[in-house]
């Protein structure tokens, strides 16, 4: 005879055990849904990737360790000089003297002797295709006077740009004590070339440059190997080895990958290239709208009771392919807001959050939230009388509204 109260009793286990197990499904698949990817090996002393348009970190190794920088320093030399065409303060077209120092500096070079009076056009060919150290000096002497001069400026920019990891003693990137940088501080680098200076950009996908009759090639070799790839730069000493900043773009993501210490020219392309393929195969950069970004508050003691918010900038957010749905946004502000509020004025920001939910979701960036208009003080009554509404709210919690967007 069967015991039915046994049958029940392990029955019911069964089931419970059927649905734990179920459960634990749904929450691994869950955890699944919004992990991200974890770093790929990469065979160099450090290493990292950074999205250019989202400014975002997604793969890193030994990122911030100060090394040697080599030819690299030498994006640095080329933004100054950018800067100062951007700014009107360097013609393309001015001759630039070539003095003993820059004539006699070896390693990498353009040629450049002191009978040649280069175009600054030239030289920044000379410096971004060919990374003539003899091009730097004598672009650093033309904006400066000296190289000494030229590397302060250069530290100020690396300040101002948030390069904590970098020092400069030099335009060239020669071995000097004191002059370090960091594969996220060159990744930062890249990146900040590509936004500041588009249109100058185009010079790091150069191939080749004929100078004074020679022909020499770029020693980027992803510009041969990989075909979205549209630069950057390119280092080496013995004490640094084989560096390489590479960058590259599909639809409307972009990455640069820096790469610090590989052990040879061919592997530090290839390591960059695995870096820059990983990075594709596993992220997106999404552009949520202005339109779905804009949050409407309360506003007290004013002409309106509500007002606009919008960000200060376009919003571009990195997230693992596949994981979209996770994105959110959540907007903060000191409530309760009060009339008078200037049009532009920064009153809160909004976070872009990753997770499943809000409690556990990660802050991928924040971005500053501004007013839309003007809203002046309203009439001495109508104070009072938010004064009494207010009196009965608790307006304590500094969180304004939450609200999600894809």
């Known amino acids: 005879m069967v015991n039915n109260k046994i049958f029940r009793s392990t ?3 069964k089931l419970f ?7 634990l499904l749904i929450s691994s698949a869950n955890a699944n849904a919004v992990s991200w990817p974890k770093s790929p090996h990469v065979d160099a002393t450090s290493w990292a990737v950074v999205d250019a348009r989202s400014g975002q970190v997604v793969a890193v190794h030994n990122a911030d360790q100060e090394l040697p920088p080599a030819s690299l320093t030498k994006m640095m030399t080329l933004y100054l000089a950018f800067e100062e065409i951007k700014l009107g303060r360097l013609d393309l077209n001015a001759r630039v003297t070539v003095s003993n120092k820059a004539w006699k500096i070896g390693g990498s070079t353009m040629f450049l002797e002191p009978r040649i009076k280069p175009t600054v056009k030239e030289i920044l060919h000379g410096i971004a295709t060919l990374s003539g150290n003899d091009a730097c000096i004598a672009l650093a002497e033309h904006i400066d ?14 300040k101002q740009l948030g390069l904590e990891n970098s020092h400069f003693a030099n335009a060239t990137g020669f071995p000097q004590e004191g002059h370090y940088s960091s594969a996220m501080d060159m990744a930062k680098l890249g990146a900040a070339l590509w936004r500041d200076f588009p249109d100058m950009y185009e010079l790091f996908g150069e191939k080749s440059y004929t100078f004074d009759g020679r022909t020499q090639p770029n020693r980027n070799r992803l510009l041969w190997s990989y075909p979205d790839a549209d630069g950057i730069k390119t280092g080496h000493t013995e004490e640094a080895g084989y560096c390489l900043v590479g960058s590259a773009e599909k639809n409307t993501t972009r990455f640069v990958a820096s790469v610090f210490g590989a052990s040879s020219d061919r592997s530090r392309a290839q390591q960059t290239k695995a870096l820059l393929t990983f990075s594709f ?3 997106v950069t999404m552009r949520p709208s202005e339109r779905e970004i804009r949050r409407q508050v309360e506003v007290f003691e004013g002409t ?3 007002i606009w918010l919008k960000p200060t900038d376009p919003i571009w957010v990195t997230v693992p392919k596949g994981n979209e749905s996770a994105l959110s946004f959540r907007l903060r502000y000191d409530a309760p807001l009060k009339a008078p509020i200037r049009e532009g004025e920064k009153l809160g920001t909004i976070e872009a959050l990753f997770g499943d939910s809000r409690e556990t979701a990660e802050v991928l960036k924040s971005v500053d939230m501004v007013s ?3 809203v002046d003080r309203a009439s001495w009554v109508s104070r009072q009388w938010d004064g009494i509404r207010l009196w009965w709210r608790d307006d304590s919690s500094d969180e304004g509204s939450v609200s999600e967007s894809q």
């Open 145 to 158: 006077g000296s190289e000494g001069a030229f590397a302060q400026r250069m530290n100020a920019k690396a």
């Open 11 to 13: 029955g019911v286990r």
């Open 17 to 23: 055990g059927i649905f734990a197990a179920a459960l």
């Open 281 to 283: 195969r596993n992220f």
């Open 304 to 306: 309106e009771g509500q």
């Open 372 to 374: 839309t208009r003007q």
